[in-house]
């Protein structure tokens, strides 16, 4: 949760405001004093140093002060000077710990943010020590920097500190982090007299100070130098010119406090009233509900769906707040805006105040319903020109449609974060259920279509088990059983093999409690297929078996074929020839009767392989022949050259050399064939 406000005015900065993401980092006012002592602090000699050991883990560094002292901007200040000084060549790596609602961001999700960073792929489904272990592993050979904001307890920084001393973690948070060892506090407040007067002749000007430099002072005592408080003052001064400072001074001291605040943090709540009761109705409404943007991350669209606005005028507001200080902006092309962390906390209590439940609630499902909409057009722009898909795309508002898929790429990628937020606030709200499983399905397609399923497994994971939730509370069984194979199906494809069964059984019985014939019949053979894996072949058969006997009732050729390899496969493995071979022919008369080519001759090449186990090598070489033909029919070169040298190994056994030779060089041939194809197709593509 960051603590600053942003100062959009020029390029000078308030040690307390923080600069848009990937923006040039403006000049950084005061905060000399800690600056120094925190230099100082690297440099000092820790507790092993003295004796005479080399320190196990990085060094940590907290930054401790209440929402609004500008912890944040500090952390940010200090580490772009070790990194201008090459200190730390290997980078620096950013997360935040704390949600913009106080909750506390889970390991796992951090995690798996600092290995994005890193350039690493967590597994799917993978929990926070496995993740947090690998981000120690990356970093432990790095000489880098570890910014973590906004740290809730010692536990959620702890399991992150890289085992190597080469690298320095700098932490902030609002008190101490008792339970690491050797941490290094820098506890700020606000903002000594002269920076802060500096800080508002910068977004004032200089004229409304010199002419009353002494009511300047008051006014930033009046904000405890607080520099959040003293931006969203001084953006109230710009916004209106004809104010003297002592003006906005006497309007300060007449707003009440804040009785729940803390006594440190009343000013910041103060300027917040100040700038908020000062704003048009309309946009004070847009303002509040932006407490309900997810992660505290919005854009035009959310804005627009919130407040029931056209885009551009939500653009508009929006910009207008970050100039008020009252919003963070990426300045990108397409940008994004963020809630300031010390201010979200108010956000929410101000609407709860202010708007009805069922007004918040509507709007809420207004930004979700226009998120839905979004990924819908996101994922249609990839759809060939004349589709379904496109020609519904084209009766959308302008405003909803993406210009190509490079631009729906970039906006999914730039507000991934946001999505993946808004799909669990939805699964969270529980009135919203439909809702939600659209906006989900919706997302995995988007992330499917634009990701690629294996490089989006982490996110569809998660996304999963949000549809699971919905479905277990809503006694949804079919629902349960898709979440449940698709988890299961993730689980199986890193390796989690048991984690696996145990789903695959779970989707079975949700399957046979919706009476879903497919579910149920999936399930079956994914409970073989994991059986297979962990070699139990027993059982792996007679989950096929079960499979099989239910796409037998049902007539469907293709399953019964693919579930007859199966079985041929596992028995197979357990040694059992008669049966393996049975089951290897009925999949090749089945995927004949499909005219199948290619596959049956895969499986004719199986049952050649099981005759050549049981040692019957003639049957074998007569078979292989057989598979040889309807692979040279399918034009399968690659199976036929593979099926040419085991005929040849086959004559080897059977005493003939000769013939043997003949067909390795027909194999020889069939591979320079197809790899000299396979270039002239690459030199055509590249042309």
């Not at 230099?39 to 990085?58: F, N, S, Y």
């Not at 589709?387 to 999914?412: N, Q």
């Not at 969270?428 to 294996?454: F, K, Q, S």
Request: proline residues 6%.
């Amino acid at each position: 949760m960051t603590d600053q406000a942003v100062d959009t005015s020029g390029p000078a900065k308030a040690a307390g405001t923080e600069e848009p993401s990937g923006a040039a980092p403006p000049q950084f006012f005061g905060r000399d004093r800690e600056l120094k002592a925190l230099r100082a602090d690297i440099e000092r000699a820790g507790l092993d140093t003295l004796a005479g050991r080399k320190a196990a883990r990085a060094r940590v560094l907290l930054i401790a002060g209440r929402p609004g002292s500008g912890r944040t901007a500090l952390a940010g200040e200090l580490t772009r000077r070790l990194l201008a000084a090459d200190d730390h060549p290997d980078g620096l790596f950013h997360a935040r710990l704390t949600e913009p609602g106080g909750a506390p961001v889970p390991t796992e999700r951090t995690a798996r943010e600092l290995l994005d960073q890193l350039g690493v792929t967590g597994p799917p489904g993978a929990d926070g020590d496995e993740l947090s272990e690998m981000v120690r592993k990356e970093l432990a050979g790095r000489r880098a920097l570890l910014l973590l904001d906004d740290a809730a307890d010692a536990e959620q920084v702890d399991p992150l500190l890289p085992d190597n001393p080469d690298c320095l973690v700098v932490a902030t948070s609002g008190g101490p982090l008792t339970g690491i060892p050797g941490v290094r506090p820098c506890t700020i407040g606000g903002l000594d007299a002269g920076s802060a007067v500096r800080l508002l002749a910068r977004i004032i000007g200089e004229v409304r100070i010199t002419v009353d430099p002494r009511t300047a002072e008051t006014l930033a005592e009046e904000c405890g130098g607080l520099p959040g408080a003293l931006v969203m003052v001084g953006g109230w001064l710009a916004a209106h010119p004809m104010a003297s400072v002592a003006d906005v001074t006497k309007q300060l001291r007449e707003l009440p406090d804040d009785t729940e605040q803390s006594t440190g943090s009343r000013p910041l709540a103060r300027a917040f009233r100040l700038a908020h009761d000062s704003l048009p109705p309309t946009a004070a409404r847009i303002l509040r509900l932006l407490a309900l943007a997810p992660a505290g991350l919005a854009d035009a669209h959310t804005a627009s769906a919130l407040a029931g606005c056209s885009v551009s005028a939500a653009q508009t507001t929006l910009d207008d707040f970050v100039a008020l200080g009252l919003l963070h902006t990426n300045g990108a092309d397409q940008p994004q805006y963020e809630v300031p962390g010390c201010l979200a906390p108010l956000l929410r209590a101000l609407l709860e105040a202010r708007d009805r439940p069922a007004e918040i609630q509507l709007a809420r499902a207004r930004m979700l319903e226009r998120t839905v909409r979004l990924l819908q057009s996101c994922r249609a722009v990839t759809e060939p020109e004349g589709s379904p898909a496109r020609r519904k795309l084209a009766g959308l508002p302008r405003s909803l449609r993406f210009p190509s898929p490079e631009a729906a790429a970039e906006w999914l990628r730039i507000r991934r974060p946001a999505l993946l937020a808004s799909a669990r606030i939805a699964v969270e709200d529980g009135e919203l259920d439909t809702l939600a499983r659209r906006l989900v399905a919706a997302l995995v397609r988007a992330l499917a279509v634009h990701r690629g399923t294996e490089a989006a497994a982490p996110e569809l994971y998660g996304l999963h088990g949000l549809v699971l939730a919905v479905a277990e509370r809503r006694e949804l069984p079919r629902e349960r059983a898709a979440a449940l194979l698709n988890l299961a199906d993730l689980d199986a494809r890193t390796g989690r093999t048991r984690e696996a069964l145990a789903r695959y059984r779970a989707a079975l019985d949700a399957g046979r409690a919706a009476k879903d014939p497919y579910a149920t019949g999936r399930a079956m053979e994914s409970v073989g297929g994991a059986y297979a894996e962990l070699g139990d072949f027993q059982r792996a058969s007679d989950w096929y078996g079960r499979a099989l006997a239910q796409r037998l009732t049902q007539g469907e050729r293709a399953d019964e074929a693919r579930l007859y390899g199966r079985l041929g496969a596992v028995h197979t493995y357990a040694g059992r020839y008669g049966e393996a071979l049975r089951n290897w022919r009925a999949a090749a008369a089945g995927y004949r009767r499909l005219g199948d080519v290619p596959a049956q001759a895969r499986a004719l090449s199986e049952a050649a392989r099981v005759q050549e186990y049981a040692g019957r090598p003639h049957e074998s070489l007569h078979t292989c022949q057989e598979a040889v033909e309807w692979a040279r029919r399918a034009g399968d070169v690659r199976l036929q050259a593979a099926l040419e040298l085991r005929l040849a190994d086959t004559l080897d056994r059977l005493g003939d050399p000769a013939a043997a030779g003949l067909h390795r060089g027909l194999a020889d041939r069939l591979l320079d064939q197809e790899g000299a194809a396979c270039e002239i197709r690459s030199t055509a593509t590249e042309n």
